[in-house]
Each structure stands twice: as structure tokens, then as C-alpha cells.
């Protein structure tokens, strides 16, 4: 059914067929049965690394070594998944210009040291699906009108009406090329670097299912879908999110679901609230989403020192249905995107919150409207120093209000990521933009191995002080039962100055009440509004002071979160 609502007029046996053979070649076989939604493919324990493959370098021993030792050393019973970022040959976009999809990049290491951190923690890998370097075999050969590469990347004309496509970018949409069959338009999401592929030819999915096929028998256990919205064009459209590319998604997940490894979707859709959650499908789509509205919402609520509009949003969120989670975080390797935010922070909110970044060294990308305007598209610069102070300006809190960002993420339902430079507390790298031209850059330092490892020995070190706070408190985290990703969650009701929520074991053994102070004030709250169930011992996790249940006051020094349990 799938096929033939994405391919209509193709023979359906043939495509079946062909569907198959790429992904379960050379005579391997599906399971029998598909695995049914549950909430099993993961636990409380669960939390991803997300880095590049040569965030560490040394000069002497490939970054993938490098990385693999960090990952052993001191993170080995902290975080169970990690994400490396693409880890192929490219050509632009510190690597989401593909140039070939079965090779490691020889600056980094090989496949074998791809395996070895596979097979010591859960790998996320990117499948870049909607687009390839521009210098790649597949586009080299499109140019020269070899089949079946002659129709892999969508075409489209000048005088096309593509006004109502949405983009992420604001440089022009079309790229003009000489091919062996004349001069083509092709289209260009996010650089002219980066050419989509087309996804109306089937030729197009089946090589991207060898793909996906050939990562997992490298050792890839979770797959990212980059920039899946886009996937699927059609001329006079808006060209997101449009019905065959949720039917694809459908497509990777029901054959993910007959594979005999455990293999998890996350779909990267930096979107709007409500675009984003319909990738969850009818529990058919993607296993994870991101819960992109998180970052610049935290980030407001951190800065003006207000749960106002976190709480809000989060009363809204609908629990993930089972088998789907949230993927949580708090910022990536590209920025604190800016469209999540609309239509939950006003315009007045999101300048402000710009304003104050840019003062505190950030930067801004723009993306290009249907009426030839632009507007943000995300907040370029490292957690740390966006959180350096508030809409006042720079103050004394930093650490306490980054690490509270940090443990609200950690609380909530769904399953935490933490991108390396925020659990390393790297701070804006203006040399990398004015190295590179790219504002990204700000946040995707390249440490020097020995150098980050003295750093980290001294207790002393703002690195070292939030590397450690972090990763302790990550450790307690994966014992509570209540943090299990689909484990129940409600919003309490404090004042604007707390953001907190209730968690609840799916066996109802367990309650974590956590709250967090997100102002620079000592404040405190009644005991009695919290439901403190009379005859439990309660306690704070991250303090260990013993709760009285009986009365009176629980004091929060500024930014302190508390995980009070029975």
C-alpha cells in the first residue's frame, strides 16, 4: 500500500521486489514478525554524546581514536548512545555535502574505528537523505547522463512558480548546470553545494535502502533522517512535509521494524511545534523526534527568568505515544533554531531574546520568505555564553544557570542529548567563523586532545566544574525508574519564577518531583504545594537533604534544582 501511494504508476510487484532486495540482499531474510510498538527500546539509563568525529585532535592519532578513548575514559558509565555527526567524505557544511555514503573520511579513521565505538555504545549516524556534495559520484554522473543517475536530482525551471516554497536559506533556490543534456536547473535546499535528490524516481529510495542496509552492518543502531521534511518537491508547492515524504518515513520505519537488529528512527525536522510532532505518524513514523522547541524556549526562560511561556508549551505536548519518545535537547552543532519558537513567543520575545545572545558574543542566520524578505532562522553561539547573564546583562550565575538548562533537559520525559561542547562548557570560537566565513563554526571548536584532558583535571576549570557536575548528576539520573523516557509527566503550577513537573515510574513506585529556580533570586515554595504523600521518606537527589513532607519551606538558591523522591 505504501509503494503504490508513493509510486501510483508503477508496476507494484517490480517495485516490491526491488524494495526488498535493497535492503535484505544476498539472500538475508526479515524477521517474521515485525516488532509491535512498546516502550522497551529504551530505558532511564539511556542518553546520547552528540559530536563531530574530530572534535578531538592531537595531531598524532585519528580523531576517531581520539574520540573513542574520550567516550571510554569518561563517559563509558555515564551515557549509553552517541551520536557522530557525519563521518563521510565531503565537501562543504563540516560534512552534510556527502561526497560518498559507503566510506569513512580518511581524516578521521575507518570503518573499523567507526566499529569500535559501536560496539561499545549505541551509535546514532546521519542519513543525509535529502541531498549530496555536488562533487559526489552520484551528481558526476547525473552531469554526464549516465542511468540511472540521469534522473537522481530533482529539476525544476526559472520561470517554475516556486513562491510558495519554505526555506531554511535565503541564497537562490536553483542551481544552473551543464549536463550532457543540456543545461539543467537544479535545486538546492540548503547551498549550492548541496543538490536534492528526487525522490519521484524509485531508483532514488532503493539506493538510499543499500545505504541505510550497508550502516547498519556497521554497527549504526540509531538513524538520524537529516533534513527529512524537505525530501519529497513538487512545483507550486510549499514543498515540506508534503504526503510521500510521511508515506517514505512510513516506508524505513516498517522495514526498521522487520530487521533483525534494533534500529531506532529520529527524524531532524527544525520546524514548528506541531509540524514537527507529525512525524510520530500513528505510532508508524519515527520512533524519536526532536523536541525542537525546547532550546529557544529554555533559553527564554533562563534569560528573562520566567516559566510563563515553557509552561505553556509543555502543558500542550501530548505524552509520546508508545513506542515513540522525545529526544531532548538543549543546542546542537548548528544553533538554537528560531522557527521552533513561532507561534509560542512573540515577536517581541524572540528579538529580545536575540538582542541579549548578540550581546554575549552570538550570532544570527537568517532564512529568505515567499515575499523575498528574510528572518531568523537560528541563534548561532555555545550554550555557555548565551547563557553568560540575562536580558540585564552579564552577572555572576553562569555556571549555575547553564547547568540548570542542563538538568531540566535530563528531567524530562524523553530520552536527553547533549552536544559535546555543551557538556565540555566550550565557549564561542569567533576564530573558527573568521577562519571558515560560516557563523555555525561558533560552536564547533576543534579541542586540542591534551590541552581539553588539563583542563578537566583541574577541579578548578569552568570545563572541569560543569564536565563533573553534569556527568554526576547524569549517573543518578539513570537509576530513577520516574525518568524512564515514557514514564509519566505533569506540569506543576509554582509561579513564574520555577519551572517544574512530576514524574512518575510506569510502575507507580516511584515519584520525582523536579523544579528548578530559574531566576537569580533566593526564593522559596510551601512543601504543602507540592503532594508529598504522608509516610514516604522524600529527599533531593541532587543535594541528598532529606524533605519533610510535614510543612513549611523548601528554600532554591538561585538557578538550584531539586529532584525530590520517595
Known amino acids: 500500500m505504501l509503494l503504490h501511494s508513493i509510486y501510483p504508476d508503477e508496476d507494484q510487484s517490480a517495485l516490491l521486489e526491488q524494495t526488498i532486495a535493497a535492503f535484505w540482499p544476498n539472500d538475508e531474510q526479515p524477521k517474521r514478525r515485525g516488532r509491535v510498538p512498546a516502550n522497551t527500546l529504551w530505558n532511564e539509563q539511556d542518553s546520547y554524546i552528540i559530536t563531530y568525529g574530530n572534535t578531538f585532535v592531537n595531531g598524532e592519532h585519528k580523531p576517531l581514536d581520539l574520540l573513542y578513548d574520550f567516550l571510554h575514559t569518561r563517559l563509558k558509565d555515564t551515557a549509553t548512545g552517541v551520536h557522530i555527526l557525519p563521518y ?3 565537501t562543504s557544511d563540516d560534512g552534510f555535502a556527502i561526497t560518498d555514503y559507503y566510506a569513512v ?12 565505538i559501536a560496539s561499545d555504545f549505541r551509535l546514532m549516524s546521519d ?26 536530482f530533482f529539476e525544476a525551471d526559472p520561470d517554475d512558480d516556486l513562491s510558495m516554497v519554505v526555506r531554511p536559506r535565503a541564497h537562490a533556490l536553483l542551481r544552473p548546470v551543464e549536463t550532457a543534456n543540456g543545461t539543467r536547473h537544479v535545486w538546492c535546499t540548503f547551498s549550492h553545494d548541496q543538490v536534492d535528490f528526487d525522490f519521484s524516481n524509485p531508483e532514488v529510495l ?22 527529512i ?13 508534503l504526503r510521500q515524504t510521511h508515506e517514505i518515513v512510513r516506508l524505513i520505519r516498517l522495514l526498521a521494524d522487520y530487521t533483525r537488529e534494533p534500529l531506532v528512527l529520529l527524524t531532524e525536522t527544525n520546524v514548528p511545534n506541531a509540524e514537527n510532532l507529525s512525524y510520530f505518524g500513528n505510532r508508524n513514523e519515527a520512533h524519536m523526534v526532536y523536541n525542537f522547541s525546547l532550546p529557544p524556549l529554555l533559553l527564554h526562560a533562563l534569560l528573562h527568568g520566567t516559566s510563563k511561556h515553557l509552561n505553556t508549551w509543555q502543558m500542550s505536548m501530548p505524552p509520546a505515544q508508545l513506542g515513540c519518545a522525545y529526544f531532548n535537547f538543549t543546542a546542537s552543532h548548528d544553533g538554537i533554531g528560531m522557527r521552533p519558537a513561532e507561534g509560542l513567543l512573540s515577536e517581541d520575545d524572540i528579538a529580545r531574546v536575540i538582542d541579549t545572545v548578540q550581546e554575549f558574543g552570538g550570532l544570527l542566520s537568517m532564512r529568505k520568505m515567499p515575499d523575498g524578505t528574510t528572518r531568523p532562522y537560528e541563534i548561532n553561539i555555545a550554550l555557555i555564553d548565551a547563557l553568560k547573564g540575562t536580558i540585564d546583562g552579564i552577572d555572576e550565575w553562569n555556571i549555575e544557570r547553564f547547568l540548570c538548562s542542563q538538568i531540566i533537559a535530563m528531567g524530562l520525559e524523553g530520552i536527553p542529548g547533549f552536544y559535546i561542547h555543551s ?5 564561542n570560537d569567533h576564530e573558527g567563523v573568521e577562519k571558515t566565513g560560516h557563523n555555525r563554526a561558533i560552536n564547533r571548536h576543534r579541542w586540542h586532545y ?6 578537566l583535571d583541574d577541579p578548578a576549570s569552568t570545563h572541569a566544574r560543569v564536565f563533573t557536575a553534569l556527568t554526576q548528576i547524569l549517573k543518578t539520573r539513570s537509576k530513577q525508574a520516574a525518568f524512564h523516557p515514557n514514564a509519566t509527566q505533569f506540569t506543576l503550577q509554582l509561579g513564574e519564577q520555577f519551572f517544574g513537573f512530576w514524574r512518575q515510574s510506569l510502575d507507580r513506585s516511584q515519584s520525582i518531583f523536579a523544579i528548578h529556580n530559574l531566576t537569580d533570586q533566593t526564593v522559596s515554595i510551601p512543601v504543602m504545594s507540592l503532594n508529598l504523600i504522608g509516610g514516604a521518606n522524600w529527599s533531593d537527589l541532587i543535594s541528598g537533604e532529606e524533605i519533610s513532607g510535614t510543612g513549611g519551606e523548601i528554600e532554591f538558591s538561585p538557578y538550584q534544582c531539586r529532584w525530590i523522591t520517595n
Open 127 to 152: 542519513l543525509v537523505i535529502n541531498h549530496c556534495s555536488s562533487q559526489s559520484t552520484f551528481f558526476n554522473e547525473y552531469l554526464l547522463g549516465h542511468q540511472p543517475y540521469d534522473k537522481f
Open 105 to 116: 573520511d580518511s581524516g578521521l579513521g575507518a570503518w573499523e574505528d567507526i566499529g569500535r
Open 450 to 455: 591534551p590541552d581539553l584532558l588539563e583542563q
Open 229 to 241: 521534511a524537505f525530501l519529497w518537491k513538487e512545483v507550486g508547492s510549499p514543498s515540506i512535509h
Open 423 to 427: 557538556l565540555l562548557a566550550t565557549g
Open 206 to 227: 532503493f539506493e538510499f535502502l543499500r545505504i541505510l542496509r550497508f550502516h547498519i552492518s556497521k554497527g549504526v543502531q540509531t538513524l538520524r533522517l537529516d533534513a
Open 88 to 90: 563521510f567524505p565531503y
